[in-house]
């Protein structure tokens, strides 16, 4: 059984800093490639960061390159989301996801006002 727990979302002002976490269990050789991804209310959801679980590969999505940094300690298998100076616009549910998105977390809240 596959579970993805994602924690550390809140409410911050504008220009503050938020770390999230997401803890995997289960079949962990799913886990080659993790990201993170989000959900604002109105709109669809996109992909904010991914990493490579071996080479520690990562890509951004244009929005928060600079400002937020995907990291993981795969001893721990978890995952990491620095977000730095963050925005409004930032606002959303965010999702941890594995296994070529297959798995999915239940969501951590972040509002930026």
């Known amino acids: 059984h596959v579970q993805l727990v994602e924690s550390g979302g809140g409410s911050v002002q504008a220009g503050g800093s938020l770390r999230l976490s997401c803890v995997a269990s289960g079949a962990t050789s799913s886990y080659r490639c993790m990201g993170w991804f989000r959900q604002a209310p109105g709109k669809e959801r996109e992909g904010v960061a991914r990493?490579?679980?071996?080479?520690?590969?990562?890509y951004y999505a244009d929005s928060v390159k600079d400002r937020f940094t995907i990291s993981r300690d795969n001893a721990k298998n978890t995952i990491y989301l620095q977000m730095n100076s963050l925005k409004s616009e930032d606002t959303a549910l965010y999702y941890c996801?594995?296994?070529?998105?297959?798995?999915w977390g239940q969501g951590t809240q972040v509002t930026v006002s």
């Open positions: 990493i490579a679980t071996g080479s520690g590969n990562t």
């Open positions: 996801a594995a296994g070529g998105w297959t798995y």
